[in-house]
């Protein structure tokens, strides 16, 4: 097993937007070592100007600092894909339209998958109802 090698250099980010659930506000952040050390904002940040060995100029850029997302969810895109996307359903009556020819299409089936609906935008505002989503797949 290799020994990592940190950088023991202090470097001071300024100017961007930083987000972080620390400041949710933060313009500016130190590393240390390698390591988020603080988070800012700009103002504050000129307290660490003078013992930083670098200073960047993030020109407006976002950093997310800690923030690292490298996998994916594959059963569930699979699933999404083979499953009865409603995010364009303008109603609640045809989004249920749209599960009664799904579910017919899929007699077999003994799950259906909808996903992407959002019921806030639909007249009344409610989601189906247990009852209605029998109704619409046969049970």
């Known amino acids: 097993m ?4 940190v950088p023991s250099r202090t470097v001071l980010l300024r100017r ?3 987000h972080s ?11 240390e070592r390698g390591q988020v050390a603080w988070v800012g904002s700009e103002g504050a940040a000129d307290a660490f100007a003078d013992g930083v060995d670098e200073v960047i100029d993030l020109d407006g850029a976002l950093v997310t600092p800690a923030f690292t997302d490298a996998h994916v969810h594959t ?3 699979g699933l999404a894909l083979t499953g009865l996307d409603l995010s364009d359903a303008p ?8 599960v009664r ?3 017919a299409a899929r007699p077999h089936d003994r799950v259906l998958l909808g996903h992407g609906w959002d019921a806030a935008r639909w007249p009344g505002g409610r989601p189906p109802a247990r009852a209605e989503l029998d109704a619409a797949t046969g049970g």
């Not at 290799?2 to 090698?5: A, D, K, L, Q, V």
């Not at 659930?21 to 590393?31: G, H, L, R």
């Not at 109603?91 to 749209?98: F, G, V």
């Open 75 to 77: 059963t569930a895109t």
């Open 2 to 5: 290799s020994e990592r090698t």
């Open 101 to 103: 020819d799904f579910a």
């Open 21 to 31: 659930p620390a400041d949710p506000f933060a313009t500016a952040m130190v590393v």
């Open 91 to 98: 109603t609640l009556e045809a989004a249920l339209a749209r």
């Open 16 to 18: 961007g937007e930083v």
